[in-house]
Every structure is written in structure tokens, then in C-alpha cells.
């Protein structure tokens, strides 16, 4: 089943002298559960597409549809509700609130919402990230690695649709590096979850069920490897 598609999708920044193009005609499928990578180098659009994908921002042109929702037209808060609900986004740095524990920086997008989380999820999301016993912990008592798991954790904690990795490990070394994509790939078959990962590193990007290449802002090759 097809859960991501992006039709034509343009992005140019700036006006006259100053114009910029990110992205050109983009087209691109994701089906569900596949672990997908998008490499580039740094400046080739990659970002800007995983932007444009997590509706962050809009394209200048073209369609982008995730389970069918059409998010290029979205306005602002609609896009938030959207993203919140049905994106999970993760970053290279974990942008967790500091002054909450990591089960409530879990929780974050369910307690927005004022929803009660399934207990039995939340308990299969934290054990197969192994942060089961950092519950009650404040983000600044963990390590770079556990808070990236637990950035994980909140993105998935609403089951998204996608889950839109940007570096996440880009800021870690290289025993922690290796440790998150191995909870990413656990977190795609074992809970069945799509992911598109945006990354420069090959051997990242090798991890991945699939692998696009960006180049100025156009696909220059996509590859399936499983």
C-alpha cells in the first residue's frame, strides 16, 4: 500500500536575482513499511525535501500526499495537527523538553492532544528502544545515544504513517550511530513502521531497504537493495 506519493513536487527559494531552486519535479512513492534512505550531499535539497515531506514547508509547486492527505495544501495549523498526528519527525538534535522526564517527552504528542496512551504500545515502543528504565529520568541524565532513542520513542508514539529521520546521527559517535540505526531498522519490523531516513553518509544510508539519491535538487538514482 502506497503511503507516500509526491507529484511534481518544486521548491524555490527567494524572488528574481535571488532565485534559488531546491528541488526540481520531484516524484516520488514510499510504500508502507519500507526503510527508505535519501542521500545527498550537503546543499543537494535533501533537507528541503524531508521539510516538504514532514509539511513543515510547502513546495513552490506539486502535490504531496501522505495516506492520502494532500499536505501541500494544508495551512499552518492544520499542517502542525497533521504532523503531530501522523508524522514522526526526528532530528539531529533530540529537541527534548528539558524539564520533563522521558516517559512525559514520550507521551508529548498524545498529552497535546489530550489522549491516553495504549499502555501495552507505549510499553512495546520503549522495550524494543531499550529505554524501559529511564522513565522517570530528565533528558540531561542520559547520554547523546539514549536521548536520540528517546526522540525516537515520541515519533513513534502516535503509530505515524512516516516516521522522517533528518542525520539523526549526525551528532552521535560511531558506537551510537550504529546503535540508532539499529533501532530504527528494529523499530521498521517490529513494528511495521515507514521510515524515510535523509542522510550523507553511505554507510548509514547502505542500512536502508532502499536508497535515493539527490543531486541539485533532482533523484538521480533510486535503488531497491531488499
Known amino acids: 500500500m502506497e503511503i507516500l506519493k509526491c507529484e511534481g513536487v518544486k521548491k524555490i527559494y527567494g524572488t528574481g536575482n535571488n532565485q534559488v531552486t531546491a528541488l526540481t519535479n520531484i516524484d516520488l512513492s514510499v510504500e508502507k513499511g519500507e526503510f527508505v534512505a535519501v542521500i545527498g550531499a550537503s546543499g543537494s535539497g535533501k533537507s528541503t ?14 502535490k504531496v500526499q501522505i495516506g492520502g492527505t494532500d499536505v501541500s495544501t494544508l495551512k499552518q495549523t492544520q499542517a502542525a495537527i497533521f504532523r503531530r498526528r501522523k508524522v514522526g519527525l526526528v532530528y539531529q538534535f533530540y529537541n527534548l523538553i528539558p524539564t520533563l522526564t522521558v516517559r512525559k517527552n514520550i507521551l508529548m504528542p498524545l498529552l497535546l492532544d489530550k489522549k491516553k496512551p495504549n499502555q501495552e504500545y507505549f510499553e512495546q515502543v520503549v522495550k524494543t528502544l531499550g ?3 529511564k522513565l522517570e529520568a530528565l533528558p540531561s541524565q542520559l547520554s547523546g545515544g539514549q536521548q536520540q532513542r528517546v526522540a525516537i520513542a515520541r515519533a513513534l508514539i502516535y503509530r505515524p504513517a512516516l516516521l522522517l ?3 539523526p546521527t549526525g551528532n552521535l559517535d560511531q558506537k551510537n550511530s550504529k546503535e540508532i540505526i539499529d533501532m530504527l531498522k528494529l523499530s521498521n519490523r517490529q513494528l511495521e513502521q515507514t521510515i524515510v531516513l535523509i542522510t550523507h553518509d553511505e554507510k548509514v544510508a547502505l542500512e536502508a531497504d532502499r536508497i535515493i539519491t539527490i543531486e541539485d535538487g533532482i533523484i538521480i538514482h533510486d535503488e531497491k537493495r531488499r
Do not use: F, M, N, Y
Open 49 to 62: 525535501l524531508l521539510h516538504i515531506l514532514g509539511s513543515v514547508e510547502k513546495p513552490t509547486e506539486g
Open 165 to 167: 529521520a533528518d542525520e
Open 131 to 133: 529505554i524501559g528504565e
